[in-house]
């Protein structure tokens, strides 16, 4: 195919696609001459598929090669075909453009801009059945399966030796952990110090999961088993980063005039959003926020990139930890049966809670989220302006792990049986957080019935007694969720197979 190209028009250099340099065809210099004659000029030229540019009327050669050594600030794609090195393209920069060639120009351009309401409709109709097609599609299964081997398999794995998840301390009946409000993880080292204090008195090792931002961190413990996992970046994470900081920078000014609650982590503004058990609570109910703060929480939630998130994170979550995901699911869809009216922080997701960390300095004190569920885990989103090799490590304390994040970064972890505390960031930095999580006691209503524990006691304390005395094995099946790598592998390469 040949396409005509005259001097008066504007054109694309590449004309396939790749609307990267516009150039005149008077800007141009024929056979070297300062001046090109008029019927050279005026000549129609034949753009064929091998990139040869010759004029058809006149025998004088057109050059339009070698732009790297005419134009070097252009970063211009490479043609599929092949040119000819000894083609030289000059540019006349000594020659203005006319004003008649600059209005052309940009009538053109607005030409293009133009849309097509039809063309418009049509490709907003081919979007929307691109997105039912995806939706239709089991995440689980078929090529979807297969892709999560992909990245098990491209992951690098972080091994422990002295290190076991079923060993973590757990409350007697399994479903949550124990707080311990980090005393035995405390010292007595000044904050400026404690990353040091860490290392060298208490033997810490440091991981750093900004090395390569395109693949999986698994966590393994000494018998193999992934017990948390640092995520690789999505495409475009940039771009939704700066749109969970707007989000976040909106929340902030809506709340700035309330009062600051309370906090036992830290200095630091944090809400709750979604719905949680225990601590109590009678029956599950929806976190109670002021008014301010609960619509400043659901515009949040709400905002698209903080969607986006979400979603990425369960994937994740489906991949390295599928029975995991699998039981959240079942939990709040069971759950939302027996009270309609709760909402979890965004629709369809799997966690039934979230906390966001506002405060323009967040860093945790020792701690374990103990209230969530023991033998499961917790998303953790960090992002700020903060130097990543000085301050805002994630200190895992039973592993003896110092994490190193970057900045966007996202960790899966046991938060309920792991203490985990922040390291500080500096006076002028600013650095904030996100979770997500599932309350213990959520699993300890629905085994119950739908009842609190006192309740069924006083209904049928037989069943009850029963329940009690099997804490040390709901821990140890809770437990044996935690796959290796080689196993998660054969589960997915299993799944591939199946239809979707």
Not at 201 to 226: A, H, Q
């Amino acid at each position: 195919m040949q396409r005509q190209l005259r001097s008066s028009k504007a054109f694309s250099l590449w004309a396939l696609g790749h609307p990267t340099f516009d150039l005149q065809i008077t800007d141009l210099v024929v056979d070297g001459c300062p001046k090109a004659p008029e019927d050279s000029l005026d000549a129609p030229l034949v753009f064929s598929t091998d990139y040869h540019l010759a004029p058809s009327v006149s025998d004088s050669a057109v050059a339009l090669f070698q732009l790297q050594k005419a134009l070097p600030e252009q970063r211009l794609p490479s043609p599929s075909g092949t040119i000819p090195s000894d083609l030289p393209l000059v540019v006349d920069e000594s020659k203005n453009v006319s004003e008649a060639t600059d209005k052309s120009r940009e009538n053109e351009r607005a030409e293009a801009t133009e849309v097509d309401p039809a063309a418009a409709a049509k490709k907003a109709k081919r979007a929307r059945e691109r997105l039912r097609k995806k939706q239709r599609i089991d995440p689980s299964t078929g090529r979807e399966a297969l892709r999560r081997t992909r990245f098990i398999n491209e992951s690098l794995c972080v091994a422990h030796s002295d290190f076991l998840i079923a060993g973590t301390t757990h409350s007697r009946e399994g479903y949550v952990g124990l707080p311990d409000q980090g005393r035995e993880w405390q010292g007595d080292s000044p904050a400026n110090e404690r990353y040091a204090y860490l290392r060298e008195v208490g033997g810490y090792l440091e991981v750093d999961t900004s090395m390569n931002p395109r693949v999986d961190y698994p966590f393994v413990d000494r018998d193999g088993k992934v017990w948390a996992v640092v995520l690789s970046d999505p495409i475009d994470w940039d771009k939704r980063r700066a749109g969970i900081r707007r989000a976040r920078e909106r929340l902030v000014t809506r709340v700035a005039s309330l009062k600051e609650p309370e906090n036992r982590r830290g200095d630091f503004r944090s809400y709750q959003h979604g719905f949680s058990f225990g601590n109590g609570r009678i029956e599950p109910m929806n976190f109670v926020n002021h008014p301010t703060v609960q619509a400043a929480l659901e515009e949040f939630y709400e905002d698209s990139d903080v969607i986006a998130l979400f979603r990425y994170v369960e994937n994740g979550l489906r991949t390295w930890f599928p029975h995991h995901h699998e039981d959240f699911c079942a939990a709040v869809k069971s759950v939302q049966e027996h009270h309609p009216y709760l909402r979890t922080p965004l629709a369809g997701s799997c966690f039934p809670a979230s906390t966001i960390n506002t405060g323009e300095r967040v860093f945790c004190k020792p701690h374990r989220d103990a209230s969530n569920e023991g033998a499961a885990v917790c998303l953790d989103y960090i992002d700020g302006t903060f130097d990543i090799n000085k301050g805002g490590h994630l200190v895992l304390h039973e592993a003896r792990r110092i994490v190193k994040l970057r900045l966007g970064g996202i960790i899966i972890f046991p938060s309920a049986v792991i203490t985990h505390e922040n390291i500080p960031i500096g006076l002028d930095e600013t650095r904030f957080s996100l979770t997500g999580y599932l309350a213990g006691g959520i699993r300890r209503y629905l085994a119950a019935g739908g009842q609190t524990l006192g309740e069924w006691r006083l209904r049928d304390p037989v069943g009850a007694a029963a329940h009690d005395e099997g804490g040390e094995d709901r821990w140890i099946t809770g437990c044996a969720r935690f796959k290796s790598p080689a196993e998660l592998v054969r589960y997915w390469t299993a799944r591939s197979t199946e239809l979707s």
